[in-house]
């Protein structure tokens, strides 16, 4: 990881190396930033120290205490009395070139609602507050039952948590490096301001000026990185809003301008992780998951020739188009083949008997030229075990022949009746074959409709 560092470290904020390259991006993007981690941990003296370094006009607002006044001011009529102004003091957040929301969690609702715009636009009662660059928030870990350590730290507003562009966590004194607990135990600095002789000030011009000549034209592996990393992401039950991604993709590319180094797999991680704003709502997603994505996204993003089809192929999620890809674009019979193992292998049991359903008749006879041998083999393998189980025996008789329960049964019975024609022939054929195979799709409707659409896109191709 090539990424500069020491930038914090010489504004007297200890224990923030490991995220400093993640706090620079946001300094470089101006997408709001958000820090969380347990009291005493440096957050508010970190955000406080960059607005020294920077020179900016600031604010700090303590959201358990403030009042909408203490924000906008006293409203007035003018002289004319056709328009409210503000009394504005040395306290409002008109003129701020950067503002720290801190307490954010402990924040009453009410409140919270009238940040969401400050933050998102950088608005105050729908006026726009032209200086204002940077949006910064604090908080403890939030506590979802009032049980945990920080009694009053509520999860926040999903909606106002997506706003914020990347969600650092601090590290507590367990974490801190011998070196550093002796600099944070050290008083001799108590009170003096942040002054790193404009280092930072400088650096950040010179990325802030890399990086607006890049964004018109972002580098795709960018892009692919961060449209991989949603879906795989998504697979996983942890969603990024399509705002988020955008915001990803801003995060990623300031990052890269900021080490100097180009794309890097670990900064790339780094960033990823502090994207997912689930933590400050109260949910914690599996690392596991994240890692997974990650390495999903990176090597779909730097792959290149069959290796890059494969990947894109995976992180389709519609079958349709799945069977699309094999008919139109595949680079031969090796990618298609081994594509098509992959999702067998990999995907719900439900989605991988209705994919082969659906192709094998087609590769059987020859007309899908993408797959091999071999391919075309292991589509058939799952393919009989769905067409052989007897069509002719209604779905109450496997169950009971069975033993076994369905919790979709009821509700699946209906959309087959619904049906009617080939249509139907081929979601009874499944809908048996799912109960034969004891499987229980959480919606046999959705699965129906997917089976339908992709026998519907084989079709189109063939005739092609």
Known sequence: MAAKRGYLTRLGAFGFDAVEPVVLAALVTEDPLLVIGNSGTGKTFLLNSISEALGLEHRHYNASMVSFDDLVGFPYPDDEKSCVKFLETPATVWGAESLLVDEISRC????????????????????????????????????????????????????????????????????????????????????????????????????????????????????????????????????????????????????????????????????LECSIPHSAWGEEPRKESIAAAHRAAWDSAVATGDRKWIHEFHLELSLAEKARMLFRGCPGPDAGSSAVAQLLASDRPERVAAFAMSLYPAAAAGLVSSLGAEGAADLGRVAQEVLSVDGEIAWQERVSEQGTTHPEIERSSSTLKALSGARKERATQLFNHLIVAKIAPEKFDEIEGELEACVRAVAEEVRR
């Open 108 to 271: 009453r609702p009410e409140h919270q609602n009238r940040l969401f715009s400050l933050i998102h636009e950088r608005r105050v009662q729908g006026i726009a507050l032209e200086r204002l660059r940077f949006r910064w928030a604090a908080m403890n870990p939030c506590s979802m039952d009032q049980g945990g350590d920080y009694s009053g730290s509520e999860p926040l507003d999903r909606a106002l948590a997506d706003r914020f562009g990347l969600i650092v966590k601090v590290g507590d004194w367990r974490e801190l490096s011998k070196a550093n607990k002796r600099k944070v135990a050290d008083p001799s600095g108590e009170g003096a301001l942040s002054d790193d002789k404009g280092k930072l000030a400088l650096a950040l011009g010179e990325w802030r000026a890399k990086y607006n000549e890049l964004l018109p034209s972002c580098p795709a592996v960018i892009i692919d990185y961060a449209c991989a990393a949603a879906t795989s992401l998504g697979e996983a039950r942890i969603r990024l809003s399509p705002r988020r991604v955008r915001m990803l993709s801003r995060s990623l590319l300031a990052v890269t301008v900021v080490s100097g180094a180009g794309p890097d797999p670990a900064l790339f991680r780094m960033i």
